[in-house]
């Protein structure tokens, strides 16, 4: 897993930051559809508190992209009004 935390000095290794949350699995996936049709690369995974393997497609992801695409990603998904926290 990547995290938002900042990579080492002179590492090539590219950030990736919280650009928001997705209720479920396949509202994630479509966001990231979404950002990588727009030349966005992401990924989401499991909220804190969800990385439970039953919990399957249910329960908060969290979208990730490369910080430097940050407000790329987030011109793709204003029209989308999604809220930024999770229920």
């Known amino acids: 897993r990547r995290s938002s ?13 919280a650009l928001t949350y997705a209720p479920n699995q396949p509202v994630a996936e479509m966001i990231c559809n979404m950002l990588e049709d727009s030349g966005v690369a992401a990924y989401h995974r499991r909220a804190q508190g969800f990385d439970v393997p039953d919990f399957m497609a249910s329960g908060p992801r969290i979208v990730m992209v490369h910080l430097t695409r940050l407000e790329d990603a987030r011109a793709v998904i204003e029209p989308l009004d999604i809220d930024d926290a999770p229920e």
């Open 5 to 17: 935390a900042p990579a080492p000095a002179g590492s090539s290794e590219p950030q990736w930051t």
